[in-house]
């Protein structure tokens, strides 16, 4: 994995690392190994990466919600929620923070995180919302950003993936977050030729995090 940018905040600082297309296991597995080993003064990171194609059934996951899983991985994993899919097209943004440093506990980073998501969809033009009941980002009622954490000794990993340009059958085997019949949708259906790069897309994502998250006012 390598480093990407340093971005220096008071009082927080956090690191950013590009993945470009990993496997979903591994990059599991450094995740749960960055967050047993970090100490008081390691920096958060925010790693930004795509996945080849698998689902992953969170731990309250239930086996009915895998319609016709296929040729598809299933992994079960750490964080909360039930079923979701990710493949290329996607980005995913993992959020490995440390929750002793701000204030308003996991409610709160969630909330940021989801605005972040609202913020960037507005920038685009496209107005997004939550959905009571069922957590994500949604646009009229087709979700287009998951959410899902896992906190370890007051650390988060685990984060959100955005539809950004992607193939959505395979969301057609699967009940979406637990929710039969969930619509789901990306911002190449909503902006048609208007769509950015994933690349710009990401540039504008980590921005609206920084902003949120109170790192070094959004600035890269």
């Not at 920096?43 to 319609?67: A, C, K, S």
């Not at 939550?130 to 954490?149: E, Q, T």
């Not at 920084?210 to 006012?217: A, H, V």
Request: glycine letters at 10%.
């Amino acid at each position: 994995m390598r480093a990407q940018t340093d971005i220096a905040a008071a009082p927080l600082s956090v690191l950013t690392r590009d993945l470009g297309l990993a496997e979903y296991v591994p990059t599991w597995d450094a995740m749960r190994d960055f967050t047993q080993q970090r100490t008081a003064s390691t920096p958060d990171e925010i790693w930004y990466l795509q996945h080849p194609p698998v689902f992953t059934q969170g731990l309250n996951g239930r086996r009915e919600h895998l319609l016709a899983p296929g040729d598809i991985p299933v992994v079960n994993i750490d964080r909360g929620g039930q079923v979701t899919y990710h493949g290329p097209g996607q980005l995913v943004a993992y959020l490995l923070l440390d929750l002793h440093r701000r204030e308003g506990g996991v409610k709160l980073l969630v909330q940021q995180i989801e605005q972040a998501v609202i913020e960037l969809l507005a920038e685009l033009g496209i107005a997004a919302s939550r959905l009571a009941g069922a957590p994500g980002i949604y646009v009229d009622g087709s979700k287009i950003a998951a959410l899902g954490l896992r906190i370890r000794r007051g650390m988060s990993y685990h984060g959100l993936a955005l539809n950004v340009q992607m193939d959505l059958s395979p969301f057609q085997r699967i009940n979406p977050c637990g929710y039969a019949g969930m619509p789901v949708t990306q911002l190449a259906d909503l902006l048609g030729n208007d769509l950015p790069t994933l690349a710009g897309v990401q540039q504008r994502l980590h921005h609206h995090l920084l902003t949120q998250l109170g790192y070094n006012g959004g600035h890269e």
